[in-house]
C-alpha cells in the first residue's frame, strides 16, 4: 500500500511537468500505463480534473467534496463549458487524494465555484485546445482552420467533423499549451443553464455510497462511549457484561487530544456488526474523571455574557469617526442573544480506518482532508506519507466535517486490532458531542442626531470563539466579527465595534455562514429597531444608507475583501418589492426585511417574510421571498435548490434550534429534542436572482442569514420584537 | 446464533442474527442493502423508512425476529432502474442536495400512493412529516408528489 501511494504520487508529480502523453496513465497505479504506447491508449487525460476515453465519455474529477451544494454538478458544467461537450455526456467522480495539492480539496466558506471557476475553465480548453490540434494533424491543416463543437472537431473549410473520442491518443501524444483562450462568457451554452445533479440516478436508486455506506473487505464495526465533560479523562471501565453479547470481538479505549480537535476520551465496542456495538456500549461500566470544568451551563453563561456586555470590548475591531463625541445623543439600545447550535445532518459522523503496521487506510467524507491527515498523523505516530485517504460522498456537513475528530478516534480505534473498522457515531453521539456554532450576545447602540439621521453605531459582541479550541485558549485575537467589523454596510459617520470572549468548556466549529450569521441577526434587527424608532419605512432607511455608498475595501491588505452597500441595497429592493411590500397590507399580515452580503464568497442575498398573526404570539409564514445576486450564475437550479434549503436552515434556527447545556453536558440528545423543521412547517419559497455578469460566486451559505432577521422584524412589525433566539423561548408559536 | 427467512425486494434470505436485531442493521450491515440509511435509531427521522406488506414503517423499530413472513420492499427494490413514478417525480423535480434522505422519503411517499392515488394535502403533509431533511429539500418533495399523483392518475 505504501509503494503504491508513493509511486502514484511521484507518477503525478512526473506527468504535470511532462507532456499529454505521459499523463495517459494518470489514473494507473505503478508504472505499467507508462510502457504502453500511445496509439494504444484508453484515454486522454492532460490533467488532474478531467480524462475523456475512446468512446468521447467525459469525466470530471472533483476536486471539492461533495455535501449537498451540488459541487458534483456545478463544476463538471465549467470544464464541460470550455470543452464543448453534452454535459450529459459528462460523468463527475471525486478527485482522488494525492492526485492534487492537498488544500485543493478544502471545501468550505462557500469558496468552491470562486476558487475553481477559472482553474476548470482552463482544464476544459487546454483538452479542447489539444483535441483541436490533434484533428489538425489528421487533416493536415492549421488548428485556427478548427472549431470545437459539441464533442467534435470541425473542420470549417470542409465542415468535416471528427468525435472527441477518435482523438484521444493522437491528442494524448501533444504538448499540453501553456496558454489557451478561453471562450467569451456571451458564447457560454452550459453555464448558466439548469442542470440536474450529474449524480442524480444513483441518489434515486440507493446506489450512492456516502461513508457510512462504504464496506472494505473484513470491515469490523464500532461504537464509541465518550467521556460526558470535554478534556475529562477514563479511570476505568468494565467491560464484562459488553463482552458477552454475541458479535462482540474487542473492547479498547483510547485518549482524549487537545487543540485543534478536542478529542474526548473513548472506550470504543469493535464488533461484528453494528446493533452488537450500539447493545454492549450501553453495558460499558465506565469511571470517568470529568475534570474540574463540569459544573458549566448557558444559563450562567449567558448570565455572564450578559454582565460583560456592560463593560467596553476587550478587542477592539473596527472604529470609524469618533463615537465619544456622539454617543449619549438620542440613544437607542437594544440586546440580542443566540444560542450554541449542532449541525445535525441526517447522516451522523463515521470513518473507517484500516492500519497495518506503520501505515494505514482511510475512508470516508472530510472537508478539510489535507489538515485532516496532518492530524491523523500527529495524533497517532502515523507517517503521513503513511496515510492513505479514500475521500467519499457526505450525507450533509454544514461546517462539522471541517472538524475531524471521527477520523482521529478512528484510527485510535483501528490501531487496536487488525482488521479495518468503521466508526459509526450514534445520533446521541452526534447531537452531544459536536462542534457547537457559539452562543453569543449583542449589546448595540446608537444615536441619531435632531434632524432624525443616524450618526453613531456601536456593537458589542460577546461570544465563546471557535479560536479557543482549534488553537487554545492563548489565542489573542479570537474575534468572531464578520458583518459587523470593516465590512459594516451601512454607512454611518461613527462606528465602533469589539468582541469579548468568553471561554467554555463545550467544543466549538464552524456552522454554515458561521460569523455572517451571528451577526446578521442583531444588526438587521437593529436597523430596523432604530428605523421604528425614527418613524421611518425599514426599507427606505435602509437605503439611504446603502444606495449611495460606493463599494470600499475591508482592509489595507492586498486580499482584503470588498464590501458593495449597492449590492446589497439591490437585493433588498428585489425581495421587498415582489413581497409587494409597497402594497397594502391585509389584515394582520405583516412583512419584516433583512438584507447582507456574505463577503468571503461575493454574494448577497435579501429575505422578505410575509406573516399572518392568528393570536398575540401565534403566527403563519405566508410566504418568504429571497432575492440573490451571486454574479454569474452556474446552475441556476442548483442555485435555487441552495435558495430553498438555506431559508429552511435559517427558519429553523428561528424557530427551534438550541442547544443547552448543563454540568458542562449538552442536554439535546437527538431530533426530539433538537426539533428541525419538518414537511408540514414549511412554507412556500419565491427565489428571485439578480441577472449579473459580475465574476461567479458562492452560494452555499447565503441564503440563510436573513431569514430570522426578516421574520423577527415582521414579528417587531406585528407588535412584539423577540429578541434572543429561538423565538419558542419567547413565547412564540407558529402553524 | 438463530436464522431466519426475510423476503426483501422480492428475494429470498436467510441471515443469521439476534432477534432483537433491528432490520435496518440487518439490511446495512448483513445484506448490504445499503441504500436504507441509519439516521437516529429512535423514530425520529424517517431516514431508515422501508416498505413492509405495502406500509411505511421505521426499519429502525423492527426486530429483524418480528420480519419473517413479511413482504420487505428497501429502496433497491422499489425499481430496477428508478423508473417508480416516485422515483421520476423525484428526478423531475431535482429534489436531492446531499440525497442521504432521500430513499427514506421516497419510501414513505411511494407507501402512500400505494395505498391512496390522490392523497389530500393534509394527508401528505401528516405522512411525509414524518422523514426530515437538513438539506431542507420540502419544497422540492411536495412538487415531487404532486408530479407523481399526476402520473399515477393518468
Known sequence: MKKETIDRRNFIKLSSLASGSLAIGFMMPGLKALALPAFECEFFQPNAYLKIDKQGKVTVFVSKQESGQGVDTALPMIVAEELDVDFRNVKAAIAPFGTIKGSEHDTGGSQSVLEMYKPLRNAGAVAKTML???????????????????????????????????????????????????????????????????????????????????????????????????DGTLISVDDTAAKRVPGVLKVVSYK????????????????????????????????????????????????????????????????????????????????????????????????????????CELWGGLQLPDWAVNTVATETGIKKENIKLNLTLMGGAFGRRLHFDFAIEAVKIAQQIDKPVKLVWERTDDMQYSMYRPANYHQLKAGTDDTGKLISWQHHVLGTPIAYMTDGPNNKNP???????????????????????????????????????????????????????????????????????????????????????ARIAAVLKMAADKAGWAQKRKPNHFIGLATHSFIFAKSYAAHALEIEMLEAKKFRIIKAVVAIDCGLVINPDGLLNQMQGGFVFGLTQALKGEITISNSRVMQDGFFSYELLRYEEMPPVEVYMIDSKEEPGGVGEVGLSTVAPALCNALAAAGNRPRTLPIRNEGFSWV | MPGFSLDVNNKKYTVEAEADMPLLWVLRDLLDLTGTKYGCGVASCGSCTVIMDGNAIYSCQRSVGSCVNKKIITIEGLSDDGSHPVQK??????????????????????????????????????????????????????????????????
Open chain 1, 479 to 565: 474575534q468572531e466579527m464578520e458583518g459587523a467589523d470593516a465590512g459594516f454596510c451601512y454607512d454611518v459617520p461613527n462606528v465602533n465595534t469589539g468582541y469579548t470572549p468568553v471561554d467554555f468548556n463545550i467544543n466549538r466549529g464552524w456552522l454554515r455562514s458561521v460569523d455572517i450569521c451571528v451577526n446578521t441577526f442583531p444588526v438587521e434587527c437593529f436597523i430596523d429597531e432604530i428605523a421604528a424608532k425614527l418613524n421611518k419605512d425599514p426599507l427606505a432607511f435602509r437605503l439611504s444608507m446603502l444606495e449611495n455608498r460606493v463599494d470600499f475595501k475591508t482592509g489595507d491588505r492586498p486580499g482584503s475583501l470588498t464590501q458593495s452597500p
Open chain 2, 89 to 154: 417525480a423525484w428526478q423531475q423535480a431535482g429534489v436531492p442536495q446531499c440525497g442521504y434522505c432521500q430513499p427514506g422519503q421516497m419510501m414513505t411517499a411511494a407507501a402512500l400512493l400505494g395505498k391512496n392515488k390522490r392523497p389530500s394535502d393534509e394527508v401528505i403533509s401528516a405522512e411525509m412529516s414524518n422523514n426530515l431533511c437538513r438539506c431542507g429539500t420540502y419544497q422540492r418533495i411536495k412538487e415531487a408528489i404532486h408530479i407523481a399523483i399526476e402520473d399515477i392518475n393518468k
Open chain 1, 132 to 230: 483541436i490540434a490533434a484533428a489538425a494533424n489528421e487533416w493536415k491543416v492549421a488548428p485556427s482552420t478548427c472549431a470545437a463543437d459539441n464533442g467534435e472537431v470541425v473542420n470549417t473549410a470542409t465542415m468535416q467533423r471528427i468525435k472527441y473520442g477518435e482523438l484521444v491518443c493522437q491528442a494524448a501524444l501533444l504538448p499540453i499549451p501553456k496558454e489557451v483562450t478561453l471562450k467569451n462568457p456571451k458564447d457560454f451554452k452550459v453555464i448558466g443553464r439548469s442542470e440536474k445533479r450529474s449524480n442524480l440516478t444513483d441518489m434515486l436508486t440507493g446506489r450512492s455510497k456516502y461513508g457510512s455506506d462504504i464496506k472494505v473487505a473484513d470491515m469490523l464495526y464500532a461504537v464509541a462511549e465518550r467521556c460526558p465533560v470535554l
Open chain 1, 256 to 359: 482524549g487530544t487537545g487543540a485543534p480537535m478536542h478529542v474526548r476520551a473513548g472506550v470504543a465496542v469493535i464488533a461484528t456488526n453494528t446493533w452488537a456495538a450500539i447493545k454492549a456500549k450501553k453495558l460499558l461500566n465506565i469511571t470517568w474523571d470529568e475534570g474540574k470544568k463540569n459544573k458549566e451551563s448557558t444559563e450562567q453563561l449567558f448570565k455572564t455574557f450578559e454582565a460583560k456586555a456592560k463593560a467596553k470590548p476587550q478587542i477592539e475591531v473596527f472604529n470609524k469617526g469618533d463615537i465619544t463625541k456622539v454617543s449619549g445623543k438620542n440613544e437607542i439600545t437594544a440586546n440580542y442573544a443566540q444560542p450554541f447550535l449542532a449541525h445535525a445532518t441526517m447522516e451522523p459522523m463515521n470513518f473507517i480506518a484500516s492500519v497495518k503496521g506503520d501505515a
